[in-house]
């Protein structure tokens, strides 16, 4: 059975260690009886720990949102079935339109 990884301290010394060898932290850990998982966990938390204290010492900036598409000029549809109308934009549910014009029919 391999050991588990015991605290913070222990994570760092084994995964110094492993960059030391040369080693990814999962080669390492499997010549050296340690548990992987155990291991690759307290590398992921401690770099998001890392990462995390870098960008609250970042500096705030302002970023500008621009609309990735122009707005459209919404085109509209008129169906005619006998002497009813309906009008439709883009957005209509075919759904809607199909129980509609069914309605339109039936009058």
Same mark, same amino acid.
């Given at each position: 059975? !391999?050991?588990? $990884? %015991?605290?913070?301290? =222990? ?15 999962g %080669?390492?850990?499997?010549?050296h ?5 155990? @291991? ?6 401690l ?14 900036? @302002?970023?500008? @949102? ?7 000029? %919404?085109?509209?549809?008129v169906?005619?079935v006998?002497d009813? &109308? $309906? &009008?439709?934009? =883009?957005?209509? !549910? %075919?759904?809607? @339109? ?6 339109? !029919?039936?009058?």
């Amino acid at each position: 059975m !391999r050991r588990k $990884i %015991e605290d913070e301290r =222990d994570a760092r010394a084994c995964l110094k260690s492993a960059k030391a060898a040369g080693l990814t932290a999962g %080669e390492w850990a499997r010549q050296h009886g340690v548990d992987g998982r155990s @291991l690759n966990a307290w590398r992921m938390n401690l770099s998001h720990h890392v990462r995390k204290a870098s960008a609250a010492r970042a500096k705030p900036r @302002l970023v500008e @949102l621009v609309s990735a598409s122009p707005s459209r000029v %919404e085109t509209r549809y008129v169906v005619r079935v006998g002497d009813a &109308e $309906i &009008e439709v934009t =883009d957005a209509f !549910r %075919e759904e809607t @339109l199909v129980r509609l014009v069914r309605a339109l !029919r039936s009058c």
